[in-house]
Structure formats: structure tokens, C-alpha cells
């Protein structure tokens, strides 16, 4: 029982880093965004279609997740599509023209989602085995590793690193850290009678009404993180260095929130942290569709940063808890939740050129204050597999 328990505490420090290696993968990356644009010469609207890419990779690719890790064991799943993942950051560097780098991110999203839902998985079954909230703290160490990476990023920009050395210099680097990280989490399998899931389909009708609740929340992620800099140009007249603190003001908050949250929903469960959570972050949408002055905004996206950062995670959790395969549920929730934010910028984008920006989140608004009725669909259901002083038969 004592070493079940270890392994088990151990598995959780690894996947905590796994998912701050993917993290940082991404965060690499949107630093070198304006790098790749100047390279291939690229207009604003040739570089949206190609950011658009990556989304329909992973929304595309998720569904095989589930397969791998049962052909494979969840061990070595990870280990190879996180590996992937890290080594694909060098595809947008290598691109010569538009098409090619449509191509090389489709496949940098493909990686992405796939390493996405077996990390979440592991996640979900280190969960259950230790008793305790354990996801949200995950997550935080994926924004945490984004925020680690995007400083790096940020100082080879500043220095003019060409983005093809410094891709090729971070890639080597997490692909190391991952085969190391990956080592310590658990070698779950499948039993010997269990069906390998479909290569491909649809979302499990269990995981729809989650994926619903991720939906919201990643919605007004995407519609934050992407718009709430021109909002406080545009709308409350700020200076652009304000409009940028704005970004950073969202995304700590949103990391810090995670990083803290698992102790919330210790406290007060699933259900009543995201109803609590949706009333925060539709609070923090009034204050931004009432803003005037970036003194209102600011916290008003701070406060949608706060109020979305543990919904996500706990849509993973009550996923991977749904249905009798729990690659296959979380892939489905990775599914809409990847949907949301490939859409929401371009709805905002929508709305505000019909109406306002104003307008545009108030969409946003009641999409956050959907959070506090359907918070339900994340109640817990009764596990049937073992916690931590049943494990040595599955580790």
C-alpha cells in the first residue's frame, strides 16, 4: 500500500511537468508569431488562415488519442506524443510559403490535441487514484509553463534569434525533459477484454453536455486573450502598452487562479466551484461591457480570467470519470472545447464588425453566466476505479 501510494504521489509530480513541457511548447510559439509573418511576408489575413490550422488539426486528430493509448499503454502513448508535440514546434520555422506553413501547423495541432487528451487522461486517472482535485493544478502548470517559455521567447525576439535556431534549440530541450517527465507517470492498460475505441468518432452523447460547460469557458478564454487589447484601444481609448498589460493582467490571473483552485473545489466540489466561477467571470463581463475607462476593463478581464481558469479543468476531470473509456470521453470534451476556441475570435470579429466590440462581449457575458445553470453536468459520479491503496494491479 505504501509504495502504490508513492508511485501514485510520484505520477503526479511527473504529469504536473508534463503538462508544463506542453505548456511550453505553446508559449514558444506565440512568441515567434510576428517572426513567422515577417519572414513569408505574410498579410494579416493570409496569417489568420493560417492560425486557423492548427485548431482543425487537433479538433481532427484528437479522436485517435484514445486509440493510441490503448494500443499502446498510457506510458508510452505519452511519451511518444508529447515527444512529437515538442519536436514539431520546428515545422512553422521551416516553412517557405503560406501553403507549406498551413501544412506544418495542421501537423502542429495534430500532435498538440493528441498529446492533449493522453496527458488529460493521465491527469484524470492520477485523480482518482490519490481521492483529491488534482486537475486544476495541472493546468495551471501548463499556463505556468506557457508564461516560463514566452519569456524565453520574448528575450531571442528581443535579441533577433532567428526563429528556425530557436525552435530547433527549444525543441531539443523539451524533447529531453519529456522522455525524462513521462518516465514517472503511470502504465495504465487496458483489460484484456476491453474494445479498442473507434479510430474515429463522434464525441460519446456523456461527454456532450460537459464538452458544453468547456465550450462557454474556453469561448470567453479565446475571445479575451484574443481581443481584449484592441477592446481597451477601441473602446476605452487606452495607450497601447496599457491595452498589452491588459493580456498579462488576464493570463496570471487565469494561471494563478488554477494554480489555487484545487483547494476550491476540494472545498466545494465540482458543481458549486464552476457555478461560483460563472458568476465571477459574468461579473467580470459587465464590468467590461459597462467600461468606460481601461480602469474598469482591466479588472473586469482579470476577473473573466479568474472566473474561467478551473472550469476547463474540471471539464476534463468529469470527462474522464463519464464514460466507460476515459481517452475516448476526454477526447470528445478536447473535441468541442478546441471547436470553441477556433470559433470565438472569429464570432467576436463578427459581431463587432455588425454591431460593436461592446456588443461582441456581451455575447460573451452570457455565454460565462450559462456556466451557472449547467454547472450540474460536472457532478461526480461514482468511480469504479481504485484509489491510491488499490493501485499495484494497474501501476
Known sequence: MGDALKDVRRARVSVALVFAVH????????????????????????????LVFPAVGASLAMPLASRIVHRFGARAALQGLLTLWCLAIVLPGLAPDLALLCLGLFLFGATAGMSDVAMNAQGVEVEERLGTSIMSGLHGMWSLGGLVASAFGVLAAHQHLDARVHFAVTAAVLTVLAQIVCRGVLDVRPAAEEEAPPRFALPPKEALLIGLVGFCAVFAEGASADWSGVYLRDVTGSSASTAAACYTAFAATMTLARLCGDAAVRRLGPVRAVRISGAVATTGGLLVVLADTPYLAIPGFALIGIGIAVVVPLAFAAAGRAGSNPSQSIAGVATITYTSGLVAPAVIGGIAQATSLTVSFAVVTVLTAALVPSATALRRRRSERPVAANVPERV
Open 23 to 50: 505548456g511550453a511548447v505553446t508559449g514558444t510559439f506565440a512568441t515567434r508569431i510576428p517572426w513567422i509573418q515577417d519572414h513569408l511576408d505574410l498579410s494579416p489575413g493570409q496569417l489568420g488562415l493560417a
